[in-house]
């Protein structure tokens, strides 16, 4: 039997987590089979795609800032298309098929801290690619959003195309407005992350300790923004930790069928954070 070859595209994609998990996944199950990290550059992706095919390369996962593009090289199932966006692409059965697993990710996450979603008044800081998926899944399930975004132009895009959603600026007053009605806050930026990982977009002053807090940014484990969470006294507050692996998760079960072994994808990762 020949080795399974799995990998993720992207660019840059040195620090990606996905080997350390996955390949941490695929020992604990016994399965011969390989991730790997390969840099892509844009005007490449087609080839790449089509490259992996060829290859016989059994599964990718898409990172910035090919998950857009990515979309018109692939069959994308229904939600990935509605996103625009994929995360993932499965070549077991022939034709390039992609899905995105970011949205499925995040809600997993949420349903495990906070239960029900429905009827939830949700803040989400961004209206990237990330911020799509989330927003598609938790509007899907019946919260309440609200879409805060630098352009807002993306912001107002974003909200017209769910069915219950709103946006706002933004800016510290109107942000501090709104957070004091909201059930779940949620910053799909990258403000926060390594290697500016003293910013954060919101502060302890804007929080209540009734909020959730949730940032999907993982490097650091533990941001800025929910340092000044624990200032403020919120009792729920979510690592991004967690959606990178339950996004992975996912991802290998599409693949390969099987239960993955989310608690050794974990602790794989936080050891790689800790020692980065
Ligand atoms: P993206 O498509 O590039 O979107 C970035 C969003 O952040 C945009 O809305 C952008 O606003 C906003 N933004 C960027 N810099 C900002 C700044 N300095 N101040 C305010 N807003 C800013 O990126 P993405 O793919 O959604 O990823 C976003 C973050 O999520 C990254 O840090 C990524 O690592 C993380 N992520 C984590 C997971 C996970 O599993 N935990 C999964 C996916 C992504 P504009 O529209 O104004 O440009």
Redesign the pocket.
């Known amino acids: 039997m020949v080795k399974k070859v799995y990998g993720v595209i992207g660019d840059p994609i040195e620090h990606s987590l996905s080997p350390v998990m996955h390949n941490a996944a695929f020992e604990a199950l016994g399965l011969d089979a390989i991730y790997l990290a390969f840099r892509v550059a844009e005007h490449e992706l087609g080839d790449a795609i089509r490259g992996a095919k060829s290859l016989g390369i059994a599964g990718l996962n898409v990172t ?2 090919l ?1 857009e593009k990515a979309l018109a090289f692939v069959d994308a199932d229904d939600v990935a298309t509605r996103i625009g966006a994929i ?1 993932t692409i499965d070549f077991t059965s022939g034709t390039p098929t992609g899905y995105n697993t ?1 949205g499925i ?2 809600l997993t996450v949420l349903k495990e801290r906070v239960g029900e979603i429905r009827g939830k008044e949700v803040l989400i ?9 989330i927003a598609f899944y938790l509007d899907a399930e019946g919260a309440r959003l609200t879409i805060a ?3 807002e132009d ?1 912001a107002a895009m974003l909200a017209s195309s769910l069915h219950n959603a709103d946006f706002i600026s ?1 800016r510290e007053e109107e942000l501090k407005r709104h957070i004091r009605d909201a059930d779940i806050l949620i910053n ?4 926060g ?1 390594y290697p500016r990982a003293d ?1 954060t ?1 919101v502060n302890a002053g804007m929080m209540h300790s009734e909020l959730v807090v949730f940032d ?4 650091p484990a533990e941001t800025k923004l929910l340092r000044e969470a624990k200032k403020a006294g919120v009792q729920t507050i979510i690592e ?2 967690k ?2 692996v ?2 992975g998760a996912a991802s290998f079960r599409i693949w390969t069928g099987m239960e993955p072994p989310v608690e050794v994808m974990e602790s794989a990762v936080r050891e790689a954070l800790s020692l980065s």
């Open positions: 910035i800032p998950k995360n970011d990710g995040a800081l961004g209206a990237g690619g990330a911020a799509r998926a975004n630098r352009t993306r933004l799909t930026t990258p403000v992350m910013a977009l999907i940014v993982y490097n991004g930790v959606m990178l339950y996004q």
